[in-house]
């Protein structure tokens, strides 16, 4: 039986279902790249979403950069503001925890903490902002890493993905 939505996540509620998309990233030290993408958000009647994203390469379909985690609707408003916590770990030996709010349609999330393993690259800090309009969610992200301050590295537009559609 499919759990009701806690009530935490009613103003979430719009991300719930599989997004498809393509992206385009970038960073002072690598060669321009593009992506396809997919994400998934879903619920178990507690009050975080379950985070999926996988990505591919566009022309070739290989794996790219993948993440896992949950976003938590942290209970507490500021104003119109909504608290948000972000837990993700990525393949690559990097774990992230992101706090921010959302505010009408657009959530701004950045790192209180990165952890890395011993071989993960050195990322000092992440930063997202996602912006949600009806069945479209565009999302950016930047990154400081090593010497390179905060520097945007990826921005993709996904659609949602319709049941048999
Ligand atoms: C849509 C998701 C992402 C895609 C498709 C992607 C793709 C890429 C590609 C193709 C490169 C260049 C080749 C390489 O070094 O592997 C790269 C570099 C890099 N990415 Fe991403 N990335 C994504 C997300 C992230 C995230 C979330 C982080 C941090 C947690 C990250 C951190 C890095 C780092 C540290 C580098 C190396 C920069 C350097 O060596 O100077 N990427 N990414």
Redesign the pocket.
Known sequence: MAADLHPALRPLAGLLGTWVGE?A?H?????P?R?R?QVTFGHVGKPFLVYG?R?THPDTGQP????TGYLRAAGGQDGDAIALELV?A?P?G?V?VEEGHLRGRVAELRTTT?GLTATA???RS?RRRFVLADDELTYD?W?A??D?PETH??R?TLRRQHPGG
Do not use: C, R
């Not at 790219?64 to 993440?67: I, K, L, P, W, Y």
């Open positions: 992206g990233g960073y002072p030290t690598i060669d790249f992506y993408e994203q990505t790219m950069h993948a993440e993700l990525h690559t990097i992230e990165v690259k050195p990322v992440l992200l990154m890493h090593a390179t590295h990826l993709a």
